[in-house]
């Protein structure tokens, strides 16, 4: 009687996992993409070895722009740092991952002939993400002897230090790498390199902008993974102007604010066509103006003449060319703080640099109305060489 009892219960067990087994099986396609998209970055990995569907889900394009639509956006910087001590520095040079490093072991030299690099020696890559109005670090634990040149959806470009005028495209997530062929090496630092991603064909299009020696614009593109760059007409207005701010991606297009002392316009390079066009600005910039993406538009952040305060205006489209005022921002007591990024997931805020390395936000829902500085974990990012507005993500330039 008891075998019997014990038979019809594991014969009810075995008919609800199979219940449940038939109800899992046949969930919709886009049900599965709407719980994957919230997963945590660290969690997709795992989730692409789980099964066929699973993979194909997360590599395809569509789930790439929802998963980046959803992620917040931050700051990616280089930082010198102390050397570690002597009881940590063996652990973190076998967690450290070098830039350097790994395109000798991509260039396949020989060991004898591979000079010593030491990964902990150089600047540290470094991930800084606001949350109520502090600053929290997520550790690369990447080095790069190299400067960051540009950045854009997971993607940064930084210089290979062991090729004159190379590049190097890296994730640094994901640690994948990429050195990229020699272009046209200048004798000044009057240059510009934006990166973005086509919409139409979703390669990554490295833009370089630079002045030649009768000072005259000229410009050429690497789609990332090609051999070549290519040379395409450059910007014909602007003869003394040079563009020493970082680009920024907005609208379709890579938009510049020419460097100088009062300027009136802003330079756009259309992604498809390759095209560039001058668009004319709300008012005429400062030193402390700048250009970001807000919300898929492209906003200019300017300093209001004869006030303490920011606008804030934003331009929908290239074929409008109208600028419409969204937001009046208060810099009372805090001198010459530079525009960075608009973040707005955690609530819509925008960053600001501090000419002391310090970092301040201004939040647009807030009753407070004023700048406040935020709190960071540690000091050495006053040491910090540049700020990125920088998203973390699976992306690569395949």
Not at 143 to 169: F, P, S, Y
Not at 294 to 316: M, N, P, T, Y
Request: with cysteine; hydrophobic share 35%; net charge positive.
């Amino acid at each position: 009687m008891a075998d019997k009892i014990n038979f019809l219960k594991l014969e009810k067990e075995r008919a609800s996992k199979r219940k449940l087994e038939k109800k899992v099986r046949y969930i919709p396609e886009e049900c599965v993409s709407n719980i994957l998209v919230r997963l945590p970055l660290q969690s997709l990995p795992k989730a692409m070895l789980v099964c066929k569907t699973w993979n194909e889900t997360i590599n395809a394009d569509i789930f790439t722009r929802e998963y980046l639509e959803r992620t917040e956006t931050g700051l990616i910087c280089l930082v010198r740092r102390n050397p570690p001590s002597s009881e940590h520095k063996l652990q973190e040079k076998t967690n450290f991952f070098s830039v350097e490093s790994e395109l000798l072991r991509l260039q396949s030299m020989p060991v004898l002939h591979q000079p010593f690099v030491d990964p902990t020696s150089f600047p540290q890559l470094q991930f800084l993400e606001v949350r109520d109005f502090k600053v929290k670090t997520k550790e690369y634990n990447a080095t790069c002897e190299g400067k960051i040149r540009a950045c854009c959806a997971g993607l940064i470009i930084v210089d290979n230090k062991r090729k004159r005028g190379g590049l190097v495209a890296l994730n640094p997530v994901t640690r994948k790498l990429l050195a990229l062929p020699v272009g046209t090496i200048t004798n000044n630092d009057r240059e510009s390199y934006g990166l973005a991603r086509c919409p139409s064909s979703n390669h990554f299009k490295l833009v370089h902008l630079f002045r030649n020696d009768l000072q005259r614009s000229e410009c050429e593109i690497l789609t990332v993974g090609e051999e070549s760059w290519r040379t395409v007409d450059g910007p014909s207005f602007g003869l003394y102007a040079w563009y020493g701010y970082h680009p920024v991606f907005a609208i379709g297009a890579i938009n510049w604010i020419p460097f100088r002392a009062c300027g009136e316009y802003i330079i756009s390079m259309t992604l498809d066509d390759e095209k560039f066009q001058k668009i004319s600005l709300p008012k005429t910039t400062t030193s402390q103006d700048r250009i970001v993406e807000i919300r898929g538009q492209l906003g200019f952040v300017g300093r209001e003449e004869g006030s303490c305060r920011f606008g804030v205006w934003c331009l929908k489209s290239l074929s409008g060319k109208s600028w419409a005022k969204q937001y009046t921002i208060p810099v009372k007591g805090i001198d010459d703080p530079i525009p960075l990024y608009f973040t707005r997931i955690g609530g819509e805020m925008m960053i600001f640099k501090h000419r002391d390395g310090g970092l301040y936000a201004y939040n647009f829902s807030s009753d407070s109305k004023v700048m406040q500085k935020l709190e960071m974990q540690s000091k050495f990012f006053s040491e910090c060489l540049c700020y990125f507005p920088h998203v973390n993500c699976l992306l690569s330039w395949k």
